[in-house]
Nanobody, 121 residues
Framework: VQLQASGGGLVQAGGSLRLSCVAS????????VGWFRQAPGKEREFVAT????????TYADSVKGRFAVSRDNAKGAVYLQMNSLKPEDTAVYYC???????????????WGQGTQVTVSS
């Protein structure tokens, strides 16, 4: 499974961005997907996950109420809508896919290449 993340950019604090993660194989619609991010000098951290059919989503406390993860399995795409962005949200955002319908470990099996999100104050 190859994943392509896109949608990053430069935005002012309080603004919004929507990230997209598109998988290369249609079988990916059966898999859980997660969003993670890595800021300079920090370890990669969990942001959100979504189960294969979108029925179960989880969020890091730092983004709850501001970010929303969704998916369109017909398009093989998973989205991360990010609202009320803060400078501390600045990071490279990665999407990852498990081979299971629900996240089965702390780290996905496959990763996309990442997209940069920069939030200016």
């Amino acid at each position: 499974v190859q994943l392509q993340a896109s949608g990053g950019g430069l935005v002012q604090a309080g603004g919004s961005l929507r990230l997209s993660c598109v998988a290369s194989k249609r079988t990916s619609s059966n898999n859980a997907v997660g969003w993670f991010r890595q800021a300079p000098g920090k370890e990669r951290e969990f942001v959100a996950t979504i189960s294969w059919n979108g029925g179960i989503t989880t969020y890091a406390d730092s983004v709850k109420g501001r970010f929303a993860v969704s998916r369109d399995n017909a398009k093989g795409a998973v989205y991360l809508q990010m609202n009320s962005l803060k400078p501390e949200d600045t990071a490279v955002y990665y999407c990852g896919s498990w081979l299971t319908s629900y996240p089965s470990s702390n780290s996905p099996r496959y990763w996309g290449q990442g997209t940069q999100v920069t939030v200016s104050s």
